[in-house]
């Protein structure tokens, strides 16, 4: 590895120590290069449990997102006390531990190589993601942050600012479940000004 590249595990470790995971499992480690904008998704959720279609929306936007240089994804569990508020809403009984719903996701023979698990809360991940980048533009390298949502959350009848979890990009799949955002041809909708491309 030269000065022009570095691993993305690196930084996290540095500043994740605690974590007893590795932070990604290959060999080939996702690179940031120097000279582009390096795009790691980050996709939370309660995951209460993590499906299938959970899979599916983050596999097709990491999958579909080479282009622009995604490099990894970050999974982000929301905390326990989220998840609980939630359920007691719509009256739902099961309610597992973020570190129980971090293992599911862990655990899965679909987990990508490319992509991490942050366990702890989300106060500590958005202090790690502040550290991170800091010391990766530090570095020379341009880190880029892109929210991944789901079909329920970017809809053409909800507004949607472009602006969720401190990214100025989202990526959103039908893979998961329909979105009204597609035609019945595949083509897409024409988005309302609101929306920035």
Partial sequence: MDDQTAELGKYIAKFHSKSHHPVFRTDKQPLLKKGQKNRVLVYAGCFNPP????????????????????????????????????????????????????????????????????????????????????????????IQFTAVLGPDYVARSEQYDGYCWDCHETITSDAGRSSDLVKPDGSLFTLLPYFTP
């Fill in 51 to 142: 499906h299938l279609g959970h899979y599916n929306i983050l596999r097709r936007a990491f999958e579909a997102s080479r282009d622009i240089n995604v490099i990894a994804a970050i999974i982000l569990p929301l905390d326990d006390d989220v998840l609980e508020a939630k359920c007691k809403r719509k009256g739902q009984s099961l309610v597992l531990s973020k570190a129980q719903r971090a293992c599911l996701w862990r655990l899965d023979a679909r987990f990508m190589p490319e992509w991490w698990v942050h366990s702890g809360s989300t106060d500590r991940w958005d202090r790690l993601r502040r550290r991170l980048e800091e010391a990766i533009e530090m570095d020379g390298f341009e």
